[in-house]
C-alpha cells in the first residue's frame, strides 16, 4: 500500500533549524509524479497541513510556515525534505509526510511514525 518513514527530528532553540526527511514507497502511487505533503501535529491538536511538492517541484505552504519552511525533493531516492528555518516554539509537534491528500485504501489512511520536533531554550 503505502509506507512513510520520517527522520531528522529532535531539539532546538527557538531561531534555530532542522532538516526532515521522509522517504516514500508503495504500491498505490509513482513518487516521481505524486503531489506529496508535510503535515505537523502539535500536542492537544488536530493535524494540519504545512505545505505541498507537486511531482514537477512545484511548492505551495500553509502562511504559518511560509517563508521560513521549504520543501524539495529526490526523485532518485523517493524522498521529500522540509528545510526548517527560524523555528518558533509553536513549532513544536510530531512531523508527517504523506501524499496530498493522504494515502488512502479502503478509507485507512497510510501514516508514518512521524518525527518529533522540539523546540525550546
Known amino acids: 500500500q503505502a509506507q512513510f518513514v520520517e527522520s531528522g527530528g529532535g531539539l532546538v532553540q527557538p531561531g534555530g533549524s532542522l532538516r526532515l526527511r521522509c522517504t516514500a514507497s508503495?504500491?498505490?502511487?509513482?513518487?516521481?509524479?505524486?503531489?506529496m505533503a508535510w503535515y505537523r501535529q502539535a500536542p492537544g491538536k488536530q493535524r494540519e497541513l504545512l505545505g505541498t511538492?507537486?511531482?514537477?517541484?512545484?511548492?505551495n505552504y500553509e502562511d504559518s510556515v511560509k517563508g521560513r519552511f521549504t520543501m524539495s525533493k529526490d526523485n532518485t531516492q523517493n524522498t521529500v525534505f522540509l528545510q526548517m528555518n527560524s523555528l518558533k516554539s509553536e513549532d513544536t509537534a510530531v512531523y508527517y509526510c504523506n501524499l496530498s491528500p493522504p494515502a488512502r485504501v479502503a478509507g485507512v489512511e497510510f501514516w508514518g511514525k512521524g518525527t518529533l520536533v522540539t523546540v525550546s531554550s
Open positions: 511538492i507537486t511531482g514537477g517541484g512545484n511548492t
Open positions: 508503495g504500491s498505490i502511487f509513482t513518487f516521481r509524479t505524486s503531489t
